[in-house]
């Protein structure tokens, strides 16, 4: 039988990582062990399935910058991904009782988000009969820059965002995940479910397609 789980706040007030005035309220922290180590997510997964939900909002603040900017990235909005985040968190939180013991839990995670911001994506086409769009302005995304590659200029960062609400949500997301996350290609593989040389062939294709776009809508 599986241990009673304590409540869990559902109204999280997001922090940090995209956009201003974002921020995580977190009353309680988990405390460090008696050599005053922080824990690591795999403990601290094991003390919030144990009812001590301070530790799951370690995690949470721990994980919810680049939860933000993958669910941005996804959906084009960081208002919205705030929301899409909040009830990531909250499903994460609900399923910890399934969560596999060996499996790395920031992939866990932004598994959850990703899918949720897929998903708002697909709703929100449905419900305002619109396609995607991407905010410009001071609100607009910001591209991480992902390890193993070059870094990229705020030119290239405009052109990128620019492309991005016109491709296939295939593309769009591992770009997402590369290039607005910033994760590596063994950390979107993790995320995604798939191999890393289907996210080296997916980010290549993405980033062809996405250079495709840009010409025929006249960006240099």
Same mark, same amino acid.
């Given at each position: 039988?599986?241990?009673?789980?304590?409540?869990?706040?559902?109204? %999280?007030?997001?922090?940090?990582?995209?956009?201003?005035?974002?921020?995580?309220?977190?009353?309680?922290? !988990?405390?460090?062990?008696?050599?005053?180590?922080?824990?690591?997510?795999?403990?601290?997964?094991?003390? @919030?399935?144990?009812?001590?939900?301070?530790?799951?909002?370690?995690?949470?603040?721990?994980?919810?910058?680049?939860?933000?900017?993958?669910?941005?990235?996804?959906?084009?909005?960081?208002?919205?991904?705030? #929301?899409?985040?909040?009830?990531?968190?909250?499903k994460g939180y609900r399923s910890l009782d399934r969560f596999r013991a060996d499996a790395p839990v920031r992939?866990?995670?932004?598994?959850?988000?990703?899918?949720?911001?897929?998903? @708002?994506?697909?709703?929100?086409?449905?419900?305002?009969?619109?396609?995607?769009?991407?905010?410009?302005?001071?609100?607009?995304?910001?591209? @991480?820059?992902?390890?193993?590659?070059?870094?990229?200029?705020?030119?290239?960062?405009?052109? %990128?965002? @620019? !492309? %991005?609400?016109?491709?296939?949500?295939?593309?769009?997301?591992?770009?997402?995940?590369?290039?607005?996350?910033?994760?590596?290609?063994?950390?979107?593989?993790?995320?995604?479910?798939?191999?890393?040389?289907?996210?080296?062939?997916?980010?290549?294709?993405? %980033?062809?397609?996405?250079?495709?776009?840009?010409?025929?809508?006249?960006? #240099?």
């Open positions: 039988m599986s241990p009673r789980r304590p409540h869990f706040r559902r109204n %999280l007030e997001l922090v940090g990582g995209v956009g201003t005035g974002d921020r995580l309220t977190i009353i309680e922290m !988990a405390a460090p062990d008696r050599h005053g180590i922080e824990p690591d997510d795999a403990e601290l997964v094991r003390r @919030a399935r144990g009812g001590e939900s301070a530790a799951f909002g370690d995690l949470v603040r721990r994980h919810q910058p680049v939860a933000l900017r993958l669910a941005a990235g996804i959906c084009g909005s960081t208002e919205e991904a705030r #929301d899409i985040v909040q009830e990531a968190f909250v992939a866990w995670l932004l598994r959850i988000v990703a899918n949720d911001a897929k998903n @708002a994506v697909r709703t929100i086409a449905r419900r305002d009969r619109r396609d995607l769009r991407y905010e410009t302005g001071e609100r607009a995304l910001r591209i @991480a820059g992902a390890p193993g590659v070059p870094s990229v200029d705020r030119h290239e960062q405009r052109r %990128l965002l @620019a !492309a %991005l609400a016109s491709l296939p949500e295939r593309d769009r997301e591992v770009l997402a995940h590369r290039f607005v996350a910033g994760l590596s290609e063994h950390e979107t593989a993790a995320v995604l479910g798939v191999a890393v040389g289907t996210v080296k062939s997916r980010t290549a294709r993405a %980033l062809e397609r996405a250079r495709v776009v840009l010409a025929e809508d006249g960006h #240099d």
